[in-house]
């Protein structure tokens, strides 16, 4: 008696004294012995492909632009144990006119297991279509953050951030604004531009800097030939970045910002998209 065992497939073939070994014996051996062998492999495969799939921090950056379409998009920028939680109505809520009285908004950070963490209030106030709302966390880190908008007469609209832990220690993640020739700036979740708006983007400084600069990337990551103005906000303890948009074409991008203190270096990335 022979077996061959792999992954829940058994075969067997009994020879006995006498027994001829045909033609079609030979084959149904080598088959076997042929299936046992791929899926012997398979795991080492999927491992390779699984491994191969990391996000790079680029892909990461950009994965918040595709947002954009929900009823309201929801924005955590991390500072420290300071959250600052922003949600902006989509375009195509504002066109069909939701929330034009405002709504009032909560925000909580919660465990991996829905244990509050820390919660947070704030108004939507009527024609700004954005909220920040700052919310400071003591305890564990969170697993995620749950934002809730409710307004009398509209559906009510709930929606969350996964929470990973601040991977630096010299600036904080961005908070960001836009503004018009005839519009008042707001905070920014969406991180959609049209050319005729301008944009603020301020990053929290954490420790003392010897090093700062600020490029423009395109959506695969090649710097562009495009001076970016960066300045230091005292008031605000921020490195800023502020300009118009009318000279960038339609697109995504990046705006990478590079810290160093002492031999720490650290790199941000910001994505932004141009619209026609």
């Known amino acids: 008696m022979s077996d061959w065992t792999a992954h829940g497939l058994r075969a067997s073939t009994k020879i006995t004294k006498g027994t001829k070994i045909t033609k079609a014996n030979w084959v149904f051996v080598i088959f076997v012995a042929f299936v046992i062998s791929v899926t012997e492999r398979e795991p080492s495969a999927a491992a390779a492909a699984q491994e191969n799939s990391a996000v790079s921090p680029r892909e990461a950056a950009l994965i918040i632009l595709e947002r954009a379409n929900r009823p309201f998009v929801p924005y955590v920028a991390v500072a420290g144990k300071t959250l600052t939680v922003v949600a902006e109505l989509s375009a195509a809520s504002i066109q069909a006119g939701r929330w034009k009285g405002g709504a009032d908004v909560s925000v909580r950070a919660v465990g991996a297991n829905d244990e509050p963490l820390a919660t947070a209030k704030g108004r939507l106030e009527a024609g700004t279509y954005s909220v920040a709302i700052?919310?400071?966390?003591?305890?564990?880190?969170?697993?995620?953050?749950?934002?809730?908008?409710?307004?009398?007469?509209?559906?009510?609209?709930?929606?969350?951030?996964?929470?990973?832990?601040?991977?630096?220690?010299?600036?904080?993640e961005p908070v960001a604004?836009?503004?018009?020739?005839?519009?008042?700036?707001?905070?920014?979740?969406?991180?959609?531009?049209?050319?005729?708006?301008?944009?603020?983007?301020?990053?929290?400084?954490?420790?003392?800097?010897?090093?700062?600069?600020?490029?423009?990337?395109?959506?695969?990551?090649?710097?562009?030939?495009?001076?970016l103005p960066l300045a230091d906000d005292p008031a605000r303890k921020a490195l800023v970045v502020d300009m118009s948009l009318s000279g960038i074409v339609r697109g995504d991008y990046l705006i990478e910002l590079t810290t160093g203190s002492g031999g720490t270096i650290e790199r941000r990335l910001l994505a932004i998209r141009i619209k026609p």
Not at 144 to 171: C, Q, S
Not at 182 to 203: K, L, Q, Y
């Open 177 to 227: 604004y836009r503004s018009g020739s005839r519009v008042a700036a707001r905070p920014v979740a969406g991180f959609e531009f049209a050319r005729s708006e301008r944009i603020r983007a301020e990053w929290p400084v954490l420790a003392p800097l010897d090093r700062r600069e600020v490029r423009l990337l395109d959506r695969s990551g090649k710097p562009l030939a495009v001076e």
């Open 134 to 172: 700052p919310l400071v966390v003591t305890g564990p880190w969170p697993a995620r953050v749950t934002i809730a908008l409710r307004a009398e007469g509209e559906r009510p609209a709930d929606d969350w951030v996964k929470m990973e832990p601040p991977a630096g220690t010299l600036v904080g």
